[in-house]
C-alpha cells in the first residue's frame, strides 16, 4: 500500500473511533440485556381513546361501545385490527436497554418531535404517554422514550410502521363484506351488456351455460370482501357513464375507470363514501362472461 492509502485507512480508523465515543459516552449505556420492565402499563380493554402524533400525521382514535372510530383528520369508522395490533403491541413494549438519558440525544434516536408520539387514554383520563423513534441496529428493537423521561431505551418489537401508519391504513376500507351464504345471484352490467351468475341447483349457472369452480369459487371469495386501495374525501361529480355495476347481496357497487391512472373510482350503495381501487384489485370481482362460463372443448 502507498502512503495515501495507509492516510486514508488511519482518518477511517479515527472517524469510527470519533462515533463510537460520541455515541457511547461515559453513563450512557446504563443497563444491559433483558429487564422485564415493560415501556408502559395499560388495560387493553379499558383503552378508550389513542391520539396518535408525528410530523405526517395527526391522529385521533376513540372507542364506541365495541367498536372504534376515528375522529380525527377524518371521521370515519376505523380499522378494527389495525387498532388492536396498536394496543396489543403498545401492552408488550419490552424495555432491553437504556441507551442515554441526555435530553441532547433525543434528536439521534428520533425520540423527539421527529419520532411518533402516542398518548392512550382510559376511561378519557391519559394513561400512557411514548415517543417511539426510529429502529434498532438488529431491526428487530425500536428506540423508544417515556413522554414524562429523558431516558431513550431500546424495546423489543414495537416497529415504527405499527405506530405511524398512513391515515387511509388506520380506516377500515372495507366496501362490502356480505357472508358468503348471502350471496346467491351476481348481476353484472357493463353499459348495455347485463349478465347474471346465479347459484341454482346447487351449482353456479350463467343463464344456461356452466361455470368454471375455480373461478366462481375466487370469485365469490372476493365479493365477501371487497377493499378499497384508498378514499375520496373532497367533493366529486359522479361521472356520467359508469364502467361497470355488480349487484349482490342487496348492495350494488358501481366502477368508473380512470384511463390515465390505470385505477376505478367507486361508490357503493350502502355508504356515501366514494373510493379509489386500483385496477389489479378490481379485476379480481371485475369479471366478464366468458371469464366464467366453462370453455367449449
Known sequence: MNRNTFSLLGILAALVVIAYLVMQKPGEQSSTGE???FLVSIDSLAVDKVEIKSPALHVV?????????????????????SVAQLIHETKVLEIKNTVSGKPEKHSVFQVDSSGTR????????????????????SYLESYARRASSDEVVTVAGG???????????WRDRTIAAPAREKINDVRYQYGDTVFVLAFRDSVWM?????????????????????????????????????????TYAGTQITFFYVKEDEKYLVQCSSTPQWFEMQ???????????????KKAR
Not at 416497529?159 to 391504513?169: C, G, L, N
Request: glycine share 6%.
Open 35 to 37: 429487564s422485564g420492565e
Open 61 to 81: 382514535l376513540a372507542k364506541r361501545g365495541v367498536e372504534w372510530f376515528m375522529e380525527s383528520p377524518v371521521a370515519y369508522r376505523a380499522d378494527q385490527a
Open 118 to 137: 402516542v398518548t392512550m387514554y382510559e376511561k378519557g383520563v391519559e394513561k400512557a404517554a411514548f415517543i417511539v423513534g426510529k429502529m434498532g441496529g
Open 159 to 169: 416497529s415504527p410502521m405499527t405506530f405511524s401508519r398512513a391515515v387511509k391504513e
Open 206 to 246: 350463467v343463464g344456461k351455460d356452466s361455470t368454471q369452480d375455480w373461478v366462481v369459487n375466487n370469485l365469490i371469495s372476493s365479493l365477501t370482501n371487497v377493499q378499497a386501495d384508498d378514499f375520496i374525501d373532497s367533493p366529486i361529480s359522479r361521472p356520467s357513464k359508469p364502467s361497470a355495476q355488480i
Open 279 to 293: 385496477s389489479w384489485r378490481a379485476s379480481q370481482i371485475l369479471k366478464r362472461k366468458n371469464d366464467i362460463i
